[in-house]
């Protein structure tokens, strides 16, 4: 995917449905600060969900687990564990859905996985979402989401999606439901975080936008927005 979609495209799929920096370093044990954010789960895009599983399986030695559907999206998933309450999900369009909403069309025209995007866990939505109404940001709402699981059993979630006029690397934020098993828990597990680093051109506008949304984590200039996320697995370490 393109490093340089922007968040405009996130709000219009948060919009559509509720499911669902700068060379940013988080290591493992980094929490955000305030409300206690969190990397929750990193976004691996692919024009078809066998192929993304392949591709992680040969390179890491783990299989994903296929999660389920995003019916109002046209897209499903496939699953693997990262650690405590942190995974990797593999998105791709679901070929029995009805239609692919807009805002991931470019899923079906990606040449080779890629990571674009990642999400961050709140316990507390609702101070979340002042303190971006505070900085005067265009925002989503906080939407509530939910997935039948293949065992039936039903994730919920609350999720906010905000416009900040950087492009490609904020998170999106997620409240899992208290009544909600984490995806991490029953995924294929096998693989752990090394570190995630995301790299964008202007760091010193980066961290302003950070420092509003209470998000602490050191930052790195590179001439190219990226999120590249380095995991050690059965294989040795794998860079996404």
Known sequence: ??????????L??????????????????????ADKLQYDHFLLGCSSLESGIQFIKDKTGVEA??????????????????????????????PEAKSLIPSYAFLKEMNAPTLFMWAARTDNMNDLLKRVQQAGYKNSGIL???RQRADTSVLKWRSLSVE????????FFIEWDISSRHPAIDSPKGCSIVIFEIEYPEPEKLKAV??????????????KASLQLKINSPKGTVLL
Do not use: W
Request: glycine content about 10%.
């Open 210 to 223: 950070f420092t509003q949304l209470q998000i602490e984590v050191p930052l790195k200039q590179a001439t």
């Open 65 to 94: 687990v296929k999660g389920g559907k995003h019916p109002h999206i046209g897209t499903h998933n496939a699953l693997l564990s990262l650690g405590e309450k942190v995974y990797l999900e593999i998105i791709a369009p679901d």
């Open 144 to 146: 509530p989401g939910s």
């Open 12 to 33: 219009s799929f948060f919009r559509n449905s509720s499911l669902l920096g700068a060379g940013l370093i988080i290591k493992p044990s980094l929490f955000f600060t």
């Open 164 to 171: 900040t006029g950087i492009t490609s690397v904020i998170p």
């Open 1 to 10: 995917m393109n490093q340089g979609r922007n968040n405009y495209s996130r």
